[in-house]
């Protein structure tokens, strides 16, 4: 038997066990529908809180939910009926614009009178939480500083 090993290191087929079928000592798993593990039902996802809004497209500042054709941004004073505010505004395409527009409109930040003006709207998380834990709050001193940091290691 040792002429015909491949290998010569200790360790490798040097167990007597009979390699023609599975071995017997392992007790067999059962054969059915597992059970689930929560038997309370599925854990729900902690949603995260989310605002729809329009922001200008300079300063980020959000808008109210109806842009008029002369409106301007409250901070920065630019025009907000303009293709930089569009949904449909896409510097890749023909004439910057995914609607079929029979000319191009230039400037692209001046107010225009466009038929297909769509206000772009952003999805984004909710940055104020509306519930005030100790963990979110952050200390507004150096010393409130030091004592959430000691208040953390505390026995």
């Known amino acids: ?3 015909d090993r491949r290998y010569k290191q200790n360790g490798y087929m040097d167990s007597e066990r009979d390699s023609s079928g599975p071995r017997e000592d392992r ?3 059962q054969q059915g529908p597992r059970p689930p593990l929560d038997i309370t039902g599925p854990r729900l996802p902690r949603m ?10 300079n300063c980020s500042t959000m808008l109210s939910s109806a842009i008029d054709f002369h409106g301007t941004c409250p ?3 630019v025009a907000l009926h303009c293709c930089k505010q569009c949904s449909h505004f896409e510097p890749s395409t023909r004439f910057q614009c995914l609607k ?3 000319v191009r409109i230039s400037p692209k930040d001046v107010a225009n009178e ?5 206000s772009t709207v952003t999805v984004a998380r909710e ?3 509306t519930n005030s834990s100790p963990a979110s709050t952050s200390p507004k001193t150096p010393a409130g500083a030091r004592a959430a940091f000691d208040s953390l290691f505390k026995k």
Not at 114 to 118: G, L
């Open 27 to 29: 007790p067999r798993q």
């Open 127 to 129: 940055s104020t939480s």
């Open 114 to 118: 466009c038929d297909m003006f769509a």
């Open 100 to 102: 079929p527009i029979p």
């Open 1 to 3: 038997m040792d002429s």
């Open 75 to 77: 901070k920065c004073q």
């Open 48 to 57: 995260v809180q989310t605002i729809t809004a329009s922001r200008c497209y």
